[in-house]
C-alpha cells in the first residue's frame, strides 16, 4: 500500500500508466499491481520513469495472469523492447515477488 502523498506526487505518472494500461486493454488486477510496482520503488531520474513504468506494466500483466508480450507494452508505452527486459525482474524483487526462472 502506498501513501496518497506519493500518488498526488507521481500523479502525471500514473495517468500515463493508466492510458497504456488502457492501451492494451489490462484487467483492474494488471494495472493494480502495475501501479503496485511502479511507487515501490519511482526512480528519481525522470528519463528512467517511463522505462521503469513500463516494466512495472509487464510485470503487473504477468503477475495478475493477464500477460503481454514485451513488446506489445513497449510499443503502448513508446520505449524500448531492452528497457522492459532489463528491469521487469527488478520490479517484483523490489516488491518482494520472485520472478520466474524461464
Known sequence: MHSARDRIEYE???EELEQVAERLELSTEARSC???????DVPDDDRSKRAML???I????LVAGDGRTQGAVADAADVSRLSIQQHWKDRLETAG???PGW
Open 12 to 14: 502525471p505518472w500514473l
Open 34 to 40: 502495475a501501479v503496485d510496482l511502479f511507487l515501490a
Open 54 to 56: 513500463a516494466a512495472s
Open 58 to 61: 509487464y510485470a503487473g500483466s
Open 97 to 99: 515477488l520472485e520472478p
